[in-house]
């Protein structure tokens, strides 16, 4: 499953409801340039912990400038995948 297509599902899904969704497509340019704000980055990473299984304590030291450096943080620290992004859709309603 391609990390990049992931995030953006569960970003578009931590946005609120009334702001436009602009998906991310370079990995290695800062989130904040994509409109995403601080709650938005948050949200995501806690979404991002509960799919991959990582504990609270370790997820709380997540980079989280880009999604490279997002991607390698969980893949380093992950206990689990998600399926597929179906199974993510699903996960994060």
């Known amino acids: 499953m391609d990390f990049?297509?992931?995030f953006n599902v569960v970003a578009?899904?931590?946005r609120p409801?009334?702001?436009e969704w602009h998906p991310i497509e370079?990995?290695?340019?800062?989130i904040t340039e994509y409109g995403l704000?601080?709650?938005?980055i948050m949200m995501t990473?806690?979404?991002l912990c509960e799919l991959y299984g990582i504990p609270e304590e370790i997820g709380k030291d997540?980079?989280?400038?880009?999604v490279a450096q997002i991607e390698a943080y969980v893949?380093?620290?992950?206990?689990q995948e998600p399926d597929s992004l179906e199974a993510v859709e699903r996960a994060i309603k």
């Open 17 to 19: 409801i009334q702001t």
């Open 37 to 40: 704000d601080s709650l938005d």
């Open 45 to 47: 990473s806690i979404y």
């Open 26 to 30: 370079d990995v290695n340019v800062p």
């Open 75 to 79: 893949f380093e620290h992950n206990t």
């Open 4 to 6: 990049l297509e992931l």
């Open 62 to 66: 997540m980079p989280t400038e880009t």
């Open 12 to 14: 578009k899904k931590a």
